[in-house]
């Protein structure tokens, strides 16, 4: 227990078994130092990286308790691209770009809570409306964690639209910020490389658990609304 990394997978561990169950505090970072044999700092890191992933709360002079989502079992709303696309009265093609086991970029590491070693599932596809680039998703999916997922259950429709149909996801959280499309995605947008682009990203989970995360990218001018 020398590293955050492995402090937070125990932390982890024990909210997935219901040792800690949804809403419980769970021990101070000093009594999970002392237990875990490894620094106070090293506690206040893993903890950190769970409080921002959502799984756990944090709060001064209250404490730590793990998320209270259990009550919300339902599945979580989320609207498919092919749904937006056809809302603008266009039609949707996709088309299945990639589908492969890979080492997670950081940022889906971080997301998803594993290792840099640690293999996911990459899913990336390209969409577009009456023959115009509309956008370019990548999907990195925790397998161990999902049910059995192959290249023909995505061939037609996109890994998110998979996964809302297949997993019971309690909550989501969403990121939208600034960024410049590179290398396949930006030939598939029809931009030149490096050109500015909206990009989405989007962790959902199950109960305690992260099992997706998603990285969407729209070409300049493209307008993002929602309706309460």
């Given at each position: 227990m020398n590293t955050w990394q492995s402090v937070r997978a125990d932390v982890l561990e024990?909210?997935?078994?219901?040792?800690?169950?949804?809403?419980?505090?769970?021990?101070?970072?000093?009594?999970?130092?002392a237990s875990l044999g490894c620094a106070r700092a090293t506690v206040n890191r893993a903890l950190r990286e769970l409080a921002d992933s959502g799984i756990i709360e944090r709060r001064r002079k209250v404490g730590t308790r793990v998320a209270a989502t259990s009550a919300r079992r339902t599945t979580l709303d989320m609207p498919a691209i092919r749904t937006e696309i056809e809302a603008m009265g266009a039609t949707c093609a996709y088309t299945l770009d990639s589908f492969a086991m890979r080492l997670p970029s950081p940022a889906a590491?971080?997301?998803?809570?594993?290792?840099?070693?640690?293999?996911?599932?990459?899913?990336e596809a390209t969409y577009t409306?009456?023959?115009?680039?509309?956008?370019?998703?990548?999907?990195?999916?925790?397998?161990?964690?999902?049910?059995?997922?192959?290249?023909?259950?995505?061939?037609?429709?996109?890994?998110l639209e998979w996964l809302a149909g297949r997993v019971a996801l309690t909550h989501g959280r969403f990121s939208i910020?600034?960024?410049t499309a590179r290398g396949e995605f930006a030939r598939n947008l029809g931009i030149a490389e490096g050109s500015p682009a909206l990009t989405?990203?989007?962790?959902?989970?199950?109960?305690?658990?992260?099992?997706?995360?998603a990285r969407q990218f729209?070409?300049?001018?493209?307008?993002?609304?929602?309706?309460?």
């Open positions: 024990r909210i997935r078994s219901r040792e800690w169950p949804p809403g419980e505090l769970i021990p101070t970072e000093q009594e999970l130092a590491a971080r997301a998803l809570q594993v290792s840099a070693g640690e293999e996911l599932l990459l899913v409306a009456d023959g115009k680039p509309h956008c370019c998703e990548a999907v990195w999916l925790n397998m161990r964690a999902l049910p059995p997922l192959s290249r023909q259950d995505v061939e037609h429709q996109s890994a910020l600034a960024d989405i990203e989007r962790t959902n989970w199950t109960d305690s658990t992260p099992v997706s995360f729209y070409p300049p001018q493209h307008r993002l609304v929602s309706e309460d």
